[in-house]
């Protein structure tokens, strides 16, 4: 008998020992994404050379990242599982950590959290930024049909 685990396996084994790979990570987000999705609320600050992306994660939300080009700051407050160097830790209350370039996470909230993402950008116009920062921008959910996103949810602050 083959003893080779499945790919799905595989990926479940990475989720427990440290960062998962982004491979890993997508499999998981192909497969949520045949599920409805939920919107995120997103809203974004650009001021000072920096960006600040925010979403508000409702209780019970099982979600993935894109995978980012650039150095950044996740701040967070809420009660969230998530990926990490150091493999899938609860964090609670309010968070800093920092995230190399290269992070693709996954994590499900146990009460609402809010995750703000920070970075440097010399940009303004919010599409650039994103394609800046991701690869991934067409599976942000500011990019996808059927999620609601206003621009004035977008604030700008001119020095």
Same mark, same amino acid.
């Given at each position: 008998m083959d003893q080779t685990p499945a790919? !799905? %396996? &595989?990926? +479940?084994?990475?989720? #427990?020992?440290? /960062?998962?790979?982004? &491979?890993? %990570?997508? +499999?998981? &987000?192909?497969? !949520? !994404? +045949?599920?409805?999705? =939920?919107?995120?609320? *997103?809203?974004? %600050?650009?001021?000072?050379? /920096?960006?600040?992306?925010?979403?508000?994660?409702? $209780?019970?939300? %099982? !979600? *993935?990242?894109? #995978? =980012? @080009?650039?150095? @950044? #700051?996740?701040? #967070?407050?809420?009660?969230?599982?998530?990926?990490?160097? $150091?493999?899938?830790?609860?964090? =609670?209350?309010? @968070?800093?950590?920092?995230a190399a370039a290269g992070s693709k996470r996954a994590g499900i909230t146990h009460a609402d959290t809010w995750w703000t993402t920070v970075w440097t950008t010399d940009l303004t116009d919010i599409a650039a930024i994103e394609d800046e920062f991701t690869n991934e921008s067409d599976l942000l959910q500011t990019r996808r049909e059927g999620i609601c996103y206003q621009e004035s949810d977008l604030l700008r602050l001119e020095p």
């Open positions: 790919p !799905l %396996v &595989e990926a +479940q084994t990475q989720f #427990l020992a440290g /960062m998962p790979s982004p &491979e890993a %990570v997508r +499999q998981m &987000e192909t497969f !949520l !994404l +045949q599920f409805p999705q =939920t919107d995120l609320q *997103t809203s974004h %600050v650009v001021h000072g050379g /920096m960006v600040a992306r925010t979403i508000l994660i409702p $209780a019970g939300t %099982v !979600l *993935t990242g894109a #995978l =980012t @080009n650039l150095d @950044n #700051l996740c701040v #967070l407050f809420g009660d969230i599982t998530v990926t990490t160097d $150091a493999g899938p830790q609860r964090l =609670t209350g309010f @968070n800093v950590l920092p």
